[in-house]
C-alpha cells in the first residue's frame, strides 16, 4: 500500500476544465488568419509588383493567346508574372514566418510545419504555385461563358473569384501543416474575407495574382 500512497485514483484527479466557446473561437480564427498570413502578403508583394509595372518581360499570356471553340483559352490577363511573382513572394513570405515561429513560442503554437517536412522556402513555393493555378479553372469557364477577364457578371461569380485560389491555397498548406476540418473551414473563410477586403480597399485587390480572371 505505501507503494500506491502517490498515486492518485484517476476518478480523483480534477477533470479538466473546458475552455469557454469564445476562446475556442477566438483561436480558431488566430490560428486561421496566421495560416493564410504568408499567402496575403504575398499577394500584397505582387499587386506592388503590379503598381509598379516591374518584370514587364513576363506581362505574357500563359495560354499564348490560343483559342478554343472561337474563344480564348484563358484570357490575356492570366500572365506569367503571376505564375512567377506569386511562388518566390510565398517562398519568402513562409520562410519569414517560419523564423517568427521559431523565435515565438505563442505564434509557433498556432501552427508551423510539420516535423519532416520539407523546407520553408519549397512549402511556400508550392502554397503560391497552388494559389495562381486554382484560378485558372474559373478563368477557363468565364471565358466559356463568354465573360470578359476582369468582368464580373454576379454575386456568385464574385464570390468564386475571391474564394478560388484561397481554396487552392489552403488544400496545399494541409499538406504541410496539421489542420483539421475546423481549421480547413476557418483559413478560407479568413482568406475569401481578406480577399474581400483588400479588393474593396485597392479596387483590384489581390484576388486575381496573375491579372483579371
Given at each position: 500500500m505505501d507503494r500506491d500512497r502517490g498515486v492518485r485514483p484517476s476518478f480523483l484527479r480534477p477533470a479538466p476544465i473546458p475552455r469557454p466557446p469564445a476562446a475556442l473561437v477566438t483561436r480558431r480564427l488566430e490560428r486561421a488568419l496566421w495560416l493564410v498570413a504568408p499567402i496575403l502578403?504575398?499577394?500584397?508583394?505582387?499587386?506592388?509588383?503590379?503598381?509598379?509595372?516591374?518584370?514587364?518581360?513576363?506581362?505574357?499570356?500563359?495560354?499564348g493567346g490560343r483559342r478554343w471553340r472561337g474563344g480564348e483559352?484563358?484570357?490575356?490577363?492570366?500572365?506569367?508574372?503571376?505564375?512567377?511573382?506569386?511562388?518566390?513572394?510565398?517562398?519568402?513570405?513562409?520562410?519569414?514566418?517560419?523564423v517568427i515561429a521559431r523565435r515565438a513560442p505563442r505564434l509557433g503554437a498556432l501552427g508551423r510545419i510539420r516535423a519532416g517536412g520539407p523546407?520553408?522556402?519549397?512549402?511556400?513555393?508550392?502554397?503560391?504555385?497552388a494559389y495562381v493555378v486554382a484560378e485558372l479553372p474559373n478563368s477557363f469557364a468565364k471565358r466559356r461563358l463568354g465573360i470578359a477577364p476582369g468582368v464580373r457578371s454576379s454575386l456568385l461569380q464574385y464570390a468564386i473569384d475571391q474564394f478560388?485560389?484561397?481554396?487552392?491555397?489552403?488544400?496545399?498548406?494541409?499538406?504541410?501543416?496539421?489542420?483539421?476540418?475546423g481549421d480547413v473551414f476557418a483559413a478560407c473563410a479568413a482568406g475569401g474575407l481578406s480577399h474581400v477586403l483588400v479588393e474593396r480597399t485597392t479596387h483590384g485587390g489581390i484576388g486575381s495574382v496573375t491579372g483579371g480572371r
Amino acid at each position: 500500500m505505501d507503494r500506491d500512497r502517490g498515486v492518485r485514483p484517476s476518478f480523483l484527479r480534477p477533470a479538466p476544465i473546458p475552455r469557454p466557446p469564445a476562446a475556442l473561437v477566438t483561436r480558431r480564427l488566430e490560428r486561421a488568419l496566421w495560416l493564410v498570413a504568408p499567402i496575403l502578403a504575398a499577394g500584397l508583394i505582387h499587386v506592388a509588383v503590379i503598381a509598379l509595372d516591374a518584370v514587364p518581360a513576363l506581362v505574357r499570356p500563359i495560354d499564348g493567346g490560343r483559342r478554343w471553340r472561337g474563344g480564348e483559352l484563358l484570357g490575356r490577363n492570366k500572365t506569367w508574372r503571376g505564375f512567377v511573382v506569386m511562388p518566390l513572394a510565398t517562398a519568402l513570405t513562409v520562410s519569414v514566418q517560419d523564423v517568427i515561429a521559431r523565435r515565438a513560442p505563442r505564434l509557433g503554437a498556432l501552427g508551423r510545419i510539420r516535423a519532416g517536412g520539407p523546407p520553408a522556402p519549397f512549402v511556400g513555393a508550392i502554397c503560391g504555385l497552388a494559389y495562381v493555378v486554382a484560378e485558372l479553372p474559373n478563368s477557363f469557364a468565364k471565358r466559356r461563358l463568354g465573360i470578359a477577364p476582369g468582368v464580373r457578371s454576379s454575386l456568385l461569380q464574385y464570390a468564386i473569384d475571391q474564394f478560388d485560389s484561397v481554396i487552392g491555397c489552403v488544400v496545399a498548406v494541409r499538406a504541410f501543416y496539421p489542420m483539421d476540418a475546423g481549421d480547413v473551414f476557418a483559413a478560407c473563410a479568413a482568406g475569401g474575407l481578406s480577399h474581400v477586403l483588400v479588393e474593396r480597399t485597392t479596387h483590384g485587390g489581390i484576388g486575381s495574382v496573375t491579372g483579371g480572371r
